[in-house]
């Protein structure tokens, strides 16, 4: 009898994703739709614009004092948007 090579759909496609080039992209999106979820509706509800540029988000916030005061746990944020999308997907956040 012959063995057969049994894989997981989710390994197959993660595979057929990283093939492609496509892996990245579709990380960034998951991690820029996690944003409300991780920050919560108030921060989401000041935020304009978000996009991801060389392993650094890029967030516009509305209100000053809010940029500020984010500002000071940047590194709490990476690390709870990159836990939330399961992989190391931003180093750094910039607000302006």
Do not use: C
Not at 3 to 9: Q, T
Not at 31 to 60: K, S
Not at 84 to 94: C, L, N, P, T, Y
């Amino acid at each position: 009898m012959f063995k057969r090579d049994v894989k997981e759909i989710k390994d197959l496609i993660l595979r057929n994703l990283r093939a492609q080039g496509l892996e990245t992209p579709l990380l960034q999106k998951r991690l820029i739709e996690a944003w409300p979820t991780v920050m919560g509706d108030v921060i989401a509800g000041y935020t304009q614009n978000l996009y991801i540029r060389n392993q650094t988000l890029f967030v516009h916030l509305t209100s000053p004092a809010l940029r500020a005061d984010l500002s000071m746990q940047r590194q709490e944020i990476v690390r709870k948007l990159n836990e939330s999308v399961g992989s190391q997907v931003i180093a750094e956040v910039r607000f302006n």
